[in-house]
Structures are given as C-alpha cells and as structure tokens.
C-alpha cells in the first residue's frame, strides 16, 4: 500500500502547480512534438535529410552525446562530498545531481538511437540479444556502462526517497556500497566515451592520451555550472533551502576544474601547432580553417573567448561569491563547454577525411529539430524528478499508512511554491 500511495503522490506532485510550471512543461511538451515531427521526416527519409554525409558521419547528435555523458558524470561531485565523506553542506543537494544525471543519460540513449538512423536497429545493442561483440568493441563497453550508470541513478535516489517517504530512515548498509560503484562508474563513462574517440587510429584529431583527462575536466566544470543555476532556481522558487556553503563549494569546484580544462587545451594547442606535422590538419581546419573553408573557426574562438572570461571571472573572489554574478557566470561557462566539447571536438575529427578531402558540415533544420526535442525530454524528465523528491525531501509527502501523527501531511503545489495543507487523519491497518 505504500508503494501504491507513493506513485500517487508522484504523479500528483508532477501534474499540478502554478501557472508558471504549467507553462514550463507545456512548452517543454509543444518542443517534444515538434522534435517528434522532425524525426518523423528522418524516419521516413533516412539521414539524407541531415548535414551528415559519407565523409562527416557524427554530426550534431554525437556532438551532444559527448557532451551529456560528461553532464551525468559531473553528479559525482555532489555524490562524494554527501554521501561517502558525508559533507553536511552537500545532504540537500545531492539527489537533485542525481536526477540530472537521470536526464542527461535520458538524453544520451536517445541521441545514440536517433544517430543509428533506424530505431530498430537498436536491438543489436541490448546485452544478451543484439551482437554487441563485447569485450572487444568499445561501443559495447560504452553500451554498458551508460546503462549500468543509469541503473545506479533511479536505484539509489528511489530507495532514499522510498524510505523517507514511508517515514523510515535509511539504511547506509544497503545503499553506501552502491555509491562507492557509483562513484568508480562515473568516471568509467567518461573514460570509456573518450576512448571510443581516441582509439580511431584513421582519426590523429582524437589521437591523443589527454583526450580523456580532458573529457573528465571538462565535465566537472560545465557539469557543476549546470548544477549551481539549478539549485539557485530551485531555492528561489520554492521552499526548499540548499544554503550559502554548497554554492560556495560548487563555485570552487567549478573554478579550479576549469582552469585544468584550459591548461589541457593549452597543451593541446601547443603540441599541434609549435611543431605542425600532416597530423594537424584537423587541427589546423578548426582554429584557422583551411582552403578557404572555416566554418567552425568563430564557434571555436567564440568558446575559448567565453571559456577564458567566465574562468577568470570566478577566480575573482567577489564574483564567485556573489549569486548575481555567478549564475550568468556559470551559464556562459557551461555554454562555452558545450561548442569546445561538441561542435568543436567531434566534426573536426572528419575535417578532412583521411583521404584528404574537405567536406564541410551544417546541421539542418531537421537535425536542429531533433535536438531540440531531445534536450525536451530531458529537461521535463529532470523537472519531474525535481517535483517529486523535493516535497518528500521537504517532509510535506508521507505515506498515509503511516501510524505517526505527522504522518497526515501531503503536498499541494501551488504557484510554483511547495506549501503543507493538512489532510483526513493518517490510516491504520
């Protein structure tokens, strides 16, 4: 019975609050249907109707696939400190990481699925019916761990989540264990991502034992900024308080990560171009173009522009400190991330192609649309997730099974905030 009243109160959390939520997820929903049509065309189509073609096979999808396994794996920053060196300051905020990781490994099957071309296709990656050729294929490992990461991210939350709910504490026996795996996977799902790219060997642009240090840096920085305008949003808006100290440690976090992240690309930059070899070509097409075709060369400066002043915006003291100053911060950070680490890392490594042959990528507006459904979709999955745990978090959403006398207290959202409205006396059995 107290599963049954805990999907009850889920759903109630997730279907009802102010006219702001409602026009939230009704745009969320009017952006899923459109990206639902676009992908109708490339289904009806085939992948002629996008900018990919035989000599540029990884386009917008795979770009922001690379760029939402760091996102999910960025959630290890918050799950450490709270959970295994039981940081205070982080308890409150570490299942809202965790849902972002939900979303972000929601996003990143689904733009695996649409880059395959046909959907049915994607049997041949399930373990134990597809051919997914494992150990050998890194594709399979990547297979795996994604999905074992996304496995640990609903199994851990829901159990704390559950226990809290029926008014019981839980129990670290049975969940601290998975949290060390947890902890070790997250950085194997980066790892693994980056080692798909560098272990083409016809492709020198990924041909580099930085490639996953750099992965890992740049995850832990656009992964904490994404968190940080997350929980300003959440504690603005309603009545669940994440307190001064976790931005304080998030901001650090993001800071010195994002310096790392520079000083690789500055090696990076200083390998390819001092003493320039046939190698550097790719490299040579992204920062300076090549033959008249620059096409990524003001994506490119334009992140590292946006990179070197948000970096050097928060090694300022009072700007790090300051909300006002960090949130804009932070989104021009995670901005930045996202054209270095998806745009300006996946389409060079085809520009041009091992024969030598320059063939130029744009997305079309299919694609675009694609893309934008897909980050729908994760977003209202990661809303969901948000407006279920906080009101349990909260204490407002119990289980009415409970003997307690503060059991009859339930949530009903209204206007964004989440609010206690007293209820019938709790049943007994």
């Not at 946006?306 to 700007?319: D, E, I, Q, R, S």
């Not at 990661?382 to 909260?394: F, G, S």
Request: charged share 10%; proline share 6%.
């Amino acid at each position: 019975m107290h599963f049954k009243a805990f999907l009850l109160d889920a759903l109630r959390a997730a279907t009802t609050g102010g006219r702001r939520y409602h026009l939230w997820m009704g745009t969320l929903t009017g952006i899923i249907l459109l990206g639902g049509y676009a992908y109708s065309l490339q289904l009806r189509y085939g992948l002629s109707v996008t900018g990919m073609n035989d000599h540029v096979s990884w386009g917008l999808y795979i770009s922001n696939f690379t760029f939402l396994v760091g996102l999910a794996a960025a959630a290890m920053m918050l799950v450490l400190p709270a959970y295994i060196l039981e940081d205070v300051d982080f308890g409150r905020s570490v299942l809202i990481a965790e849902g972002v990781a939900v979303s972000a490994l929601v996003m990143c099957l689904l733009f695996v699925v649409v880059d395959i071309g046909n959907p049915l296709g994607s049997w041949h990656l399930m373990p134990g019916i597809g051919y997914l050729n494992w150990p050998r294929s890194l594709l399979a490992w990547d297979v795996l761990v994604l999905n074992g990461y996304l496995a640990l991210n609903l199994a851990i939350p829901f159990y704390i989540l559950y226990r809290h709910y029926t008014g019981q504490t839980p129990e670290k026996k049975k969940y601290l264990p998975w949290m060390y795996l947890a902890v070790m996977w997250a950085v194997s799902i980066h790892l693994v991502t980056a080692f798909l790219l560098a272990g083409l060997p016809a492709r020198p642009f990924w041909n580099t034992a930085l490639l996953g240090p750099r992965f890992l840096a740049s995850a832990f920085t656009a992964g904490p900024a994404f968190v940080v305008v997350l929980l300003w949003f959440i504690q603005r808006e309603t009545a669940y308080q994440i307190g001064h100290g976790v931005f304080s440690k998030l901001a650090l976090i993001t800071t010195v990560a994002a310096q790392i992240n520079l000083v690789m690309l500055g090696s990076e930059l200083f390998y390819k171009f001092y003493s320039p070899t046939h190698h550097g070509i790719n490299a040579r097409y992204l920062f300076f173009g090549l033959e008249g075709h620059n096409a990524l060369v003001p994506w490119i400066w334009v992140a590292i522009g946006l990179n070197v002043v948000a970096t050097g915006a928060l090694m300022v003291h009072p700007v790090r400190r300051n909300p006002r100053t960090l949130i804009p911060t932070c989104i021009i950070l995670f901005v930045a991330v996202w054209i270095e680490k998806g745009i300006g890392l996946v389409i060079p490594g085809f520009v041009p192609s091992p024969l030598g042959e320059i063939v130029e990528y744009t997305p079309t507006l299919v694609e675009l649309g694609v893309t934008a459904g897909v980050w729908a979709i994760g977003l209202f999955v990661l809303t969901v997730l948000v407006r279920v745990a906080l009101p349990i978090e909260l204490g407002l959403a119990r289980s009415p099974y409970l003997a307690s006398p503060s059991a009859p207290q339930v949530v009903r959202p209204r206007g964004g905030r989440v609010q206690r409205e007293a209820v019938r006396p709790a049943r007994t059995r």
